[in-house]
């Protein structure tokens, strides 16, 4: 059972314009979620990251939305650059558990195209 | 500073071989993950450390795959005999849990099995 689900596995968007990568759980008990960046052949690097307290956390270009009555959240890149292209994941936690477990997400490849 | 540092980046083996990766996490981070990247999925936990002992290895197969975390700083996860289905990547991250739900990767290992 998938307790955090990515349903597009890939997304082309022009330079300059918005990204929106969205991802769902399923698990009430997940109350932080994170957004890792993977290159080919490096591995994930975190992004950005939200507590279930916030409905929104801005870094820059990014921006990761949280609506936990529909229990999804996603990333939007503004504007979107060629470099932006890379799998992106989210993952979810419980705050309160050992060990920062981190549930993830099966991956979005975005592509921006110059 | 130093980031999470992986050997082999790849390896190629015929079934039945043994195989071995290692694993050298952030100085000072207590907490050592390995995980199994199937192509086209999200990283899936195998086994945590916190500092020399696992404390959670349900997702390792214990039939052919074996850890350990000696004086609770670099890490070697072993698969023997192998199979073809282990063919993926095996990413190393560590984190500290007073930073953050963070954790940072190492560029993982690629293992193909034929």
């Known amino acids: 059972d998938q307790q955090v689900k990515q349903n597009s596995p890939s997304l082309s968007v022009q330079e300059g314009r918005i990204s929106i990568l969205n991802c769902d759980y399923t698990?009430?008990?997940?109350?932080?979620f994170l957004w890792y960046k993977k290159y080919p052949a490096e591995g994930p690097t975190f992004l950005i990251s939200?507590?279930?307290?916030?409905d929104k956390n801005e870094d820059g270009r990014f921006t990761v939305f949280l609506n936990k009555s529909a229990k999804h959240l996603s990333l939007h890149i503004v504007p979107s650059q060629p470099g932006d292209s890379a799998v992106y994941f989210c993952a979810a936690t419980r705050s309160n558990n050992a060990g920062n477990m981190l549930t993830f997400g099966g991956g979005t490849r975005l592509m921006v195209k110059p | 500073e130093a980031g999470v540092v992986q050997s082999p980046r790849y390896k190629i083996i015929e079934k039945k071989q043994p195989v071995a990766f290692w694993c050298n996490p952030i100085s000072g981070h207590n907490t050592l993950y390995w995980y199994r990247q199937n192509l086209g999925q999200g990283p899936e936990l195998l086994i945590r450390y916190e500092n020399e002992e696992a404390v959670d290895d349900s997702q390792l197969p214990k039939d052919r795959f074996s850890a350990e975390r000696l004086k609770g700083v670099d890490s070697t996860l072993k698969i023997q005999p192998a199979e073809l289905g282990d063919s993926a990547v095996y990413l190393c991250?560590?984190?500290?849990?007073?930073?953050?739900?963070?954790?940072?990767f190492g560029p993982g290992t690629r293992l193909t099995v034929t």
């Open positions: 698990n009430s008990m997940f109350d932080y």
């Open positions: 939200i507590s279930s307290i916030k």
């Open positions: 991250a560590s984190s500290f849990r007073t930073l953050g739900y963070e954790q940072y």
